[in-house]
């Protein structure tokens, strides 16, 4: 009689039952947070060309969108505005008409159960498309702080659950924080774009939010691609500034920098599939060379498993209907 030695993993995935049961990681549509684009008016829903099934909504259709991806098992938006007016100091993002702050209220009207977070940056609100306030044509850092700080106030009055700064200035975290606890929104958490990096991969976003600025770019003050153990210190001073969720952006292409957040961090982890793995996945889709089920699903469970424990997604109502005829 012979023995081999033999190791056959293969024994455990001869049929779907121990698949199932060996699995990992899991997908569930609570893991997800939909972006929405908010423009001001009613009734409006314009497709938007850089981003397949993606539109621009007016906070009314904005709150119906929420509600239907609510009941497909998906707890949380974020919203994006695009206000009627810009201008240097990006002011229109703390009015409390804004069409964030409107979208907000409509949403929690239509869906209160749902956890509403908003991104608060100045780019989306500059008539120069920058993240923050311009000194000789250079970001003043500190300069735009206040700023950063009374737009995440207007929206934590407006009734958002959560607060997201996405525009990479040092000590945004903390100038956020204190405006909320002296206004008495101590409660309220902040989802701190920690790890953000001057990617290629925004393009479609920027066309999206009509933010793309008009000179230069974002090296100055979001990180080069190049800098891993940066990401390190970026995650530290989040966290002495009091940041309760942190994020690494973008998610597919910095697997092993969500990797890294994950191995040293306990907070609650989020990571953005950004604008262009979409734009890239629904472009083979389109071309015929990939399944857009299989693909989307993959590219999603890619992240979990980087220990990502939310995904921000423009996938997320189909990838929730998705796991639900599973």
Sequence with gaps: MSISLV???????????????????????????Y?????????????????????????????????????????SVILFGLPAVKDPA??????????????????????????????????????????????????????????????????????????APSDMMDGRVAAIRDLLDQEGFSHLPIMSYSVKYASAFYGPFREAAGCAPRFGDRQSYQMDPARRREARLELELDLAEGADIVMVKPAGPYLDIIREIRDRCHLPLAAYQVSGEYAMLMAAVAAGLLDERGAGLESLLAIKRAGADLIITYLAPRAARWLGDQ
């Design 7 to 33: 190791r056959r993993p293969r024994r455990l995935r001869r049929s779907p039952i121990w698949r199932q049961m060996l699995k990992e990681i899991a997908l569930t549509p609570s893991d997800f947070i």
């Design 35 to 75: 972006p929405l684009f908010v423009v001001p008016g009613s009734g409006v829903k314009k497709p938007i060309a850089s981003l397949v099934g993606q539109y621009h909504l007016s906070p009314d259709l904005a709150a119906e969108t929420a509600a239907e991806v609510f009941a497909l098992g998906v707890p």
């Design 90 to 163: 990006g002011a229109s993002g703390a009015d409390p008409e804004g069409p964030v702050q409107q979208a907000v209220r409509a949403i929690k009207k239509v869906v209160p159960e749902m956890v509403v977070a908003t991104d608060v940056c100045l780019c989306e609100y500059t008539d120069h498309g920058h993240c923050g306030l311009l000194l000789n044509d250079q970001v003043d850092n500190d300069a735009t702080l206040p700023h950063l700080a009374r737009q995440a106030l207007s929206h934590a009055r407006a009734g958002a659950d959560l607060v």
